[in-house]
């Protein structure tokens, strides 16, 4: 059975601190695709990053950056230079290849909060 | 905005009725899911409709049924509801099914208290 472990419940850090997100996964199948979702106060969940598993290269998009390690099953999220508005409850999750069931597989999520 | 809507953004309602979410997927998008997210359940997946088939069940009550339409929006609905559900209940959707994998667009969720 696919599991999502995000162990750091909430975070705080100073605005303009870099902070890192952990997620740790369980999956049986060689190939899946792992996300990171954001659920700022408002509630809504927003898409931030798909990644492949047969796709190793980190990943940056500004501010935001991702690194997978396949060997030690773990997808991490960094923020650099928080800013307040990065306060919010981040969720990774799990795809497994399956294609009669594409649901996607949470962790209980980090929430972050950002200092001023 | 993601695109996907869901109505109403807020229900309360009394244990034992029934109560029907709605939601309506990004233009184009085939590929319909239902989540619940809860404090003591986490974000838990309920079920997924693809061109108005059921594709896949989850942790989804026998109380609950959701179905979906031609023109492609989806109906939850809750009967005989407990205090046990009242959660915050989001709705998904994508483009396809099966061998191509995209990422699941959320609408705003609709939250679900029962008094």
């Known amino acids: 059975a696919q599991k999502v472990t995000q162990a750091q419940t909430e975070i705080s850090v100073v605005e303009k601190e870099d902070v890192t997100l952990d997620c740790v996964y369980e999956t049986r199948d060689t190939t899946y695709y792992l996300f990171w979702y954001k659920q700022p106060p408002s509630g809504e969940l927003v898409f931030l990053i798909r990644r492949n598993s047969f796709d190793e290269q980190n990943e940056i998009s500004g501010r935001y950056s991702w690194n997978f390690q396949k060997s030690t099953s773990s997808f991490n999220f960094t923020i650099t230079a928080s800013q307040v508005v990065d306060s919010a409850v981040y969720f990774c999750a799990l795809r497994e290849r399956n294609f009669g069931n594409e649901k996607l597989t949470f962790g209980t999520g980090t929430r972050l909060t950002i200092i001023p | 905005d993601s695109g996907v809507t869901q109505t109403p953004k807020h229900l309360i309602t009394a244990t034992g009725q029934r109560v029907t979410l709605r939601c309506s997927p990004r233009?184009?998008?085939?590929?319909v899911y239902w989540y619940q997210q809860s404090l003591d359940q986490g974000l838990q997946f309920l079920i997924q409709?693809?061109?108005?088939?059921?594709?896949a069940k989850g942790n989804i009550l026998e109380r609950f049924s959701a179905q979906q339409f031609p023109d492609l929006h989806s109906e939850l609905n809750l009967s005989s509801l407990e205090l046990g559900d009242s959660a915050l209940y989001f709705c998904?959707?994508?483009?396809?099914?099966?061998?191509?994998?995209?990422?699941?667009?959320f609408g705003p969720g609709t939250r679900l208290t029962v008094l």
């Open positions: 998904a959707s994508t483009r396809t099914s099966g061998r191509e994998v995209n990422e699941q667009f």
């Open positions: 409709y693809y061109n108005g088939e059921e594709r």
């Open positions: 233009s184009g998008d085939l590929s």
